[in-house]
């Protein structure tokens, strides 16, 4: 089987029949849909971003014609084919292409997964029409307010769960610091009451029977 079929039929197994798995729930939370999981990668099966989006296409010559964008699915969820970018330059006037699975070739050459499409150059792309969308691409006022309310959807349930731990975790702490700021508290006011007891007793050995200053060497009083 060449690197080709293989990848096709990986590219239906993760879609359609990659093995899922129920795990196992802990004991406070509600149990997990069955068949809907999947705990790892299985080795039939691969990541797109490894292999297709991001990856650069050779044309017929050996040059660099474009690289892939996204994916196509067809109404089963199977891969169907891939937008390509080419021409422009870094993103800018940049043309977009589809192009089928099956006429992509998967190589492997000095150990690095090269990605070829045969019988094609830069210049029978200029002739290839442009793809095209059945729905516009959202604009990027929507993008952004898809992702606000992603990230606070997210961060919402996360942000409670990190309250109620570091709360927990601080517990025995904050009462650790209570207590150790009462002793403090309770030996400065003791060290405070002798200091004042003292201070009254020299000030009033200070003074003679009379309620006045006392003499300073055995000289009498003005």
Known sequence: MTFKTSLVA?????????PVYAQTPAADTPPLPANTFIDAQPEANYLAKDVLIGAK???ADGKIIGDIEDVILNDWNRVQGVIMGTGGFL?????????????????????????????VTQETLKSVPEFKRAEPKKSLLERAMDKAR???????ETAKEAYQKAKEQ?????????????????TTKE?????????????EGALNKDGEPAPADGQPPK
Do not use: C, H, M
């Open 10 to 18: 990986a590219a239906a197994a993760l879609l359609l029949a990659s």
């Open 57 to 59: 296409v050779e044309g």
């Open 91 to 119: 993103g800018i006037a940049e043309k977009r292409v589809g192009v089928n699975l099956g006429s992509l070739e998967f190589q492997d050459r000095d150990g690095k997964r090269v990605i070829v499409l045969p019988g």
């Open 150 to 156: 992603e990230l606070t959807d997210k961060s919402s």
């Open 170 to 186: 601080s517990g025995p702490a904050l009462e650790q610091a209570k207590e150790a700021a009462g002793k403090a508290y309770e």
């Open 191 to 203: 060290a405070a009451g002798k200091a004042y007891e003292k201070a009254k007793e020299a000030a």
